[in-house]
């Protein structure tokens, strides 16, 4: 029985993430030291799991293996994937290419990240359901569920729904590459994505899945971002202005605030704080903080701030934590219990990310963890500049 509940542990990353938490939250010396506490426990105890553990785990699952989950070898999942890419007609990727399965799958479970179209080959090759291919998207590379705006991925989702193999999956990718573009398709990448995933919910033969997708053809160069994504920031970011305002209005000086006067700039400087700045004004690169690969570079710097409202680049979940945890770091008078503060600004988030269908706040993601424990200091934005700064001083006296 121990030798099992060691093996659960070994693969469970949620709950040894939980556990951290309450080691740090708990302690005696969290009122006192949060940062350095916080601090401690990322650099040692909440580590980045990669693609290739996700993988791993999944196929130690699936294939019901035995043994510690952490010493078997790569070489049998190599063997297990090159098995079930067999047994259900799957080659080595989308598109034509001259390297084997055997070694694209050691690079998979090895990777820390991997592209996004990696998940959908595997989706085919290890039978995966649709709930198996979205947790490996929101889960182990931090992106959105399978997006009902992107012709390949719808096409995939409905293969993955009636269970159907890449031989099918491949049919009905041809069938698409022939069809004309339908009239009009402006609505469906207008229209928020929970009504778009709605309508991909009434798909229920190959015709109705190409009426569909045929619309999605139409689109030319048009963007497939989440217009509900976009709102969503939209509206943090109104509301961070408005927070930062206040914060600004605080300070000594003759100058008043209103939201309309801060810019990107102004909340950066704010947020990162502590992040040392190069001579340009601009903050020093993530990979010189002691902490680059825990948090993978999530920073909300004025430049990326500024992509996002340009329509540059999409919203991903790491900008919405973020904005919403600064918001929720400025209710102190509003929420000045800690706990309470902490699930009303979990509960929120996880109603924000999952109304722009990326999952829940994720514990296991360090970046996630380390806002969930300053969020429970009596100084939620202090602790979190405090904890920047500490990286980067000992990352110099390395």
Same mark, same amino acid.
Not at 107 to 135: A, I, P, Y
Not at 157 to 172: D, I
Not at 227 to 243: K, M, N, S
């Given at each position: 029985?121990? /030798? ?5 542990? $070994? ?16 302690? %005696? ?5 949060? $940062? ?10 909440? =580590? ?5 553990? @996700? ?9 019901? !293996? ?22 259900? @007609? ?30 959908? !080959?595997?989706?085919?090759?290890? /039978? ?34 009636? #269970? ?21 398709? /402006? %609505? ?9 995933? #709605? ?11 190409? /009426? ?27 509301? $961070? ?15 008043? @605030? ?21 001579? #340009? ?6 990979? %010189? ?41 400025? =209710? ?52 979190? $500049? ?13």
């Amino acid at each position: 029985m121990n /030798d099992e509940n060691e093996t659960l542990r $070994a693969y469970d990353f949620t709950s040894a993430a939980w556990e951290s938490l309450y080691q740090v939250v708990d302690d %005696a010396r969290f009122k006192d030291q949060d $940062a350095r506490s916080i601090y401690e426990a990322l650099r040692h105890q909440l =580590k980045w799991i990669s693609f290739g553990a @996700y993988l791993c785990r999944y196929i130690y699952l699936k294939a019901e !293996l035995t043994g510690p989950f952490d010493q078997i070898p790569i070489k049998e999942y190599q063997m297990i994937i090159r098995s079930s890419f067999s047994d259900h @007609y799957t080659p080595a990727s989308f598109t034509p290419t001259t390297a084997k399965l055997s070694a694209l799958s050691k690079n998979w479970l090895t990777r820390q990240t991997v592209k996004r179209n990696v998940v959908f !080959l595997l989706g085919f090759g290890l /039978d995966m359901s649709v709930e198996d291919v979205n947790l490996f998207l929101t889960k182990a590379l931090r992106e959105s569920q399978i997006n009902p705006k992107d012709p390949f991925e719808v096409i995939c989702w409905y293969c993955y729904k009636n #269970h159907y193999n890449y031989l099918k999956f491949n049919k009905l990718w041809e069938q698409y590459t022939q069809l004309s573009p339908a009239m009009e398709p /402006d %609505a469906l990448y207008s229209d928020h994505t929970v009504n778009v995933r #709605h309508t991909v919910g009434k798909i229920c033969d190959d015709a109705s899945l190409m /009426d569909f997708v045929s619309k999605l053809k139409g689109r030319g160069g048009r963007s497939i971002m989440s217009v509900t994504a976009r709102e969503c920031f939209d509206r943090l970011y109104e509301q $961070a202005r408005v927070a930062a305002a206040s914060f600004f209005n605080q300070e000594a000086g003759k100058r008043i @605030y209103t939201s309309e006067n801060i810019t990107e700039s102004d909340l950066e400087r704010i947020i990162s704080s502590a992040i040392p700045k190069d001579r #340009h004004g601009n903050l020093t690169p993530g990979k %010189a903080s002691r902490l680059s690969r825990q948090f993978c570079g999530k920073r909300l710097s004025r430049q990326r701030i500024h992509e996002i409202l340009s329509g540059a680049s999409e919203v991903t979940r790491f900008e919405l934590i973020t904005l919403n945890f600064f918001i929720f770091s400025q =209710k102190l008078e509003e929420m000045p219990n800690p706990k309470e503060r902490y699930f009303a600004f979990m509960k929120s988030t996880n109603d924000i990310l999952e109304k722009c269908w990326m999952g829940q706040m994720y514990i296991q993601n360090p970046y996630e963890c380390f806002v969930l424990m300053c969020m429970l200091s009596d100084d939620p934005l202090g602790t979190y $500049a405090d904890v920047w700064e500490l990286s980067y001083d000992e990352a110099e006296t390395e």
